[in-house]
């Protein structure tokens, strides 16, 4: 039985490790640490964990909850997890929900957050903490940075395409949708009630921080630097996260032309072609589920599970490919995700506690 | 492990019932019938059932599913589960989350639903599945009456004042709130998101039809006849129920005086009283969660899952007590209550597979 | 043409003046006053005004907007109107939006909002602002107390009942649903999207502020003192609020008895008879449409509309009348009956600028 | 006093050109078709006409209407229109609501809506009734084909990049998404609300009907054929369109370079010359705000209004510009659009009627 400590506990993530951790089989929370309320009993923070959640709130006293902790979830803003992985390394492991350890270059979160990273070569040992593309190295990582929502999202929608070298990787537009837990549970006037309710809107536009992230994996899959537009938008929805991303068919003719195209180095001529290709990269990897040329991913149809449902469609009028994947921001997209890593880093079946439908309706 | 049969598995309570059952550990689903869908997969239907549920629905014919079947769930519309119930008794438990099976008078199922009950002696003899009020009746059940959504909110927020003789039977007023998935699945004008959202109206007003099933339970509460103002109101939320419930204490002084009053056969002062009273009433009932006086019921804190929220507040002004309840009308109201009574029927314990906390936010 | 000022203008309410007077024949916005956003343009903070409000927030300074002033609306929280009042008294009429002069006895001010009324005499010779109850004093008056929104629609759900004195009077229970712009525009946990969407909450049972306000008026028009219990709720929707009200009809037999019954001093049998005497009340009211047997209000049909939908209902069974209203919390609940008492202030016709439908769906 | 005669009219555009038309000092309401409805009140399909509009639905016979008519809005579904076209011509001026009279070519209509046009002569003389592209020829139009809510708010957003030689036409990717009042009034389960709340989906990708008439008025911009991706998305909410558009900015330096670069004809070095651009653009178009450097679109801003806000973003990144605009789909995209239509058609000032801002929040 690993023993957790949850760190920022008070938030959407760290609520959503503890809803999650409460019925894993394999580990049990020990600590959680919130300046914030430390002394309050879970539950009176997360009302839906009343009676299934004994722990009481911490202070964030690292001599008191590491010397019966197995891992550290830290679910606290971006900077706090750099600040303690030194104390952490070596007598637990570390999973950090924030983008301190997403970047193998410490230079690039220092440009896209502004502040300088206060532990880089711990960064550099980091793993990206995708199961789906980094198992082998999560295995046996100290510590894992869990990967933000949107990147989680559109890696999935788009791994294949840059893996099988279908698409110019200079041509890929996200266009990505999320609800509004995304943005954490501190209030404020873009987040209030009315304000969001029967309305969207598009944020951070060039220029969202998870850019660089989603950049970092897909060049890795491409095999060289990949620039993309990545535009955010908030929907008036809870959770949820779809990402719709167009790409230019390699080998595909000029748009325009009648000539039926075939694209890059696998014979691709339609949308039945690109669909088994995602079905064979995705063969053994249980949380993704790659769906028909009958359906298209929705956020409801994986609402508080860890599964991420993805397809593609060609368009041979454009020549372009239009992959779109749905996940659940708060699971898949953060504390799911964390703990399939974990799973993953303790040699556990990575379905072991996750593994269950969402919610429909 | 106990095998399963769903009919009429293609609603809203039908789904709900095989998603809590995929990770039930001590029960399997065999069959899932539905005359509309029999031959596709399930999860054509469920798309959060993707990968989860491996089951292809079949055609009604109960000599195909009866011979491997401990326990159908009939989640059919009114009138279909007292059509095949001498069917299945004898062979198999049976579960009704229709109205069939409610009522012991089979003349109020009469009046209420207009035609005549099919099988008066089954119903003579049936079970109301509200394992907090009857667990011993249920427990030896051949058939068990699931409630309905609306009385298993209403009744959970009433009983200790009835059980407790503290209020005026006659004055018993349910302001009741639910979500639309209530409504079941199939569409209609009065369930068209663009009439829905953004907007609450009341139906029903006054004749809903779970106005006699919670008259019958309050009824056995009171020792007498109990009639019930019931109001329901369609709220443009998926999930969820939220009751308010009124009532006049009794032995208050009349309202309008000054002086102190005490309610009923217990010193009831305050709304400590009430709480310690509701407390005391379900202190061996797991689902129920009495909230104290710093916290209201509300509907998101049970979001998908089987937990009950309650309390009561006294407002000395009026001389009224306040009881509120919230439960998610497709749990509590609906399959998790069917798998709680299956677990009781079984001999398991009634948390099996169910005692897991609901998503927030 | 009028010359309009608006204080607190950057509140939802505020918003919502400047939204109808943009299109008023008889009436301009010459300033709008705003400490924290004094040098803005209107439309920068209500993005819907862009263009259409050419207005820009200034300095709450008397000496600069009374002198080109003919009325005055306060927008401002509770406390801002009685401090400025005598200000403005004898230079401009006055509408205040908030609860300072809706009071005649400024005691009951005191006991509920906590602190002393800084112009008690001026409070007592204001007129509570519900055009439909007390045209003939609006005229006349000096000072309005504009309604709060669940009094708006309390009050005229109940009206008729008390005036033609059908009920007892201590019987009446009022449940109230409430859309989140009624909590303003300061954002905060409680309307945080997150928390908000897809649940319903109750609050402040018992013991509302909107509570002695109903009172009052449900006391005059039953030409006795009344207390009645009220009980607001937080529906997931922008706008609207919807009250059903529960009362005793007079006359009628106990609850349980067979005998049909006739209420109070008319002749009441049914729920034909009820809506006959709601319609010959509200006759010469434009703003209040009294629906049939078939409809029941709901805040969609008045979303952005000045209209208050009413009807109500006979339940033989329990021997209660069932009243029902809908508004739009920010239009006939705030921003329009404000207009409309200037309208009747300055002897326009109440329905000018005002007379047109909602936005449906 | 134009007269005026809706067919079609209990849909949701329908009810919209009803509800506008109740307040436009220029022209009334008839005749209002409906063979389902024929002898209903008109308020008792759209409640938020009840006293507003006293019409009462008729059946759909020409002999009965056109004489006193002197502009009929069709609101029917695709088809309608095209079959009794003959028959108002020269008696009545016809704006066409759906989609009959969009194309100059009718084999693009036969093409994308699976049937031969029934009066292709007058489809070739009929005008596009985007009155900011073309309001010289609907001047002198005897028939309009009304905009589609998507193409509007596309063409809109991205006209001055293509009008000034911007962009790559063949770059274009609009990424459009809409409330679900775009998909009308008949029920189904894809609008059903517990399918649709709280969850994102796209659909019709590729191959949305709005495609090809996007394509005509980019052609037309753009002096050459385009071919674009158009992907529209289901949000949860009522009314509502937003489009996010990428283009390729020509003259911009290949993406991964760093040089920085010009677009086009006209120097654009950055966001802000893009703005002046779409300022110099729209100058005279009332209904079009163009929103500076700080500000993006978004639906809430335009609800109930006839606005549509647009913006365009630089990213020097990627070489990419994004244009983004939002409407309310009733409005600018179907009623509001139409009205402004008859009243180019009539010689009015277009905004006669329609220029009011929006409900906020």
Redesign the interface.
């Known amino acids: 039985m690993l023993n957790v400590t949850v760190i920022g506990g008070s938030g ?1 993530t760290g ?1 959503e490790v503890l ?1 999650i951790l ?2 894993h089989p394999g580990a049990r929370v020990v600590h959680v640490v919130s300046r914030t309320h430390a002394g309050k009993p879970v539950g009176e923070v ?8 004994e722990a009481v709130f911490c202070e964030p006293d690292p001599s008191r909850y590491l010397p019966d902790t197995d891992v550290v979830f830290c679910c606290a803003p971006h900077g706090t997890a750099m600040g303690i992985a030194r104390e952490i390394v070596g007598k637990a492991k570390l999973i950090d929900l924030g983008p301190d350890f997403r970047f193998r270059d410490p230079a690039v979160f220092e440009e896209w957050y502004g502040k300088p990273h206060e532990a880089p070569e711990l960064a550099q040992e980091a793993v990206y903490g995708l199961v789906e593309l980094h198992a082998s190295e999560i295995k046996s990582a100290g510590i894992v940075g869990n990967p933000g929502c949107y990147p989680t999202c559109s890696v999935l929608a788009l791994a294949p395409l840059l893996a099988y070298g279908l698409i110019d990787p ?1 041509s890929v ?1 996200i ?1 990505a ?1 999320s ?3 995304g943005a954490g ?1 501190s ?3 873009a ?13 951070g ?3 969202h921080r998870h850019t660089p992230e989603i950049e970092q994996e897909l060049s890795r899959l491409a095999g060289r ?1 990949v ?3 990545f ?1 955010p ?1 908030l ?6 996260i ?1 990402v ?1 991303c ?1 790409a230019r068919l390699l080998g595909w003719p ?3 032309s009648d000539r039926a195209g075939a694209a890059g180095s696998r014979d691709i001529r339609d949308t039945g072609d690109i669909i088994a290709l995602y079905r064979e990269y995705y063969e053994f990897r ?1 949380f993704v ?1 790659v769906l028909g040329p009958g ?11 860890n ?1 991420c ?1 993805v397809t593609a ?1 060609v ?1 041979p ?2 020549g ?1 490919v ?1 992959a ?1 994947a749905a996940i659940d921001n708060l699971v898949k997209g953060a504390a799911g995700q964390a703990v399939q890593n974990m799973n993953v880093m303790f040699g556990l079946d990575e379905r072991t506690g996750l ?7």
Chains 1, 2, 3, 4 share one sequence.
């Open positions: 959407y609520g809803r409460s019925s997360f009302p839906n964990l009343r009676q299934c959640c200079e537009v266009d949708k609800g509004v837990s549970r209030p404020g006037l987040y209030h009630f009315p304000e969001v309710n029967d309305s969207i809107r598009p944020y536009i060039p220029g630097q620039k993309c537009s535009s938008h929907v008036p929805m809870t959770r949820g779809l719709t167009y000029e748009v325009g249980p589920r359906e298209l991913p929705h956020t409801k149809a994986v609402y508080g599970s599964f449902d469609r368009d009028r454009t372009r239009i779109m593994y269950a439908p969402g919610l429909y309706p």
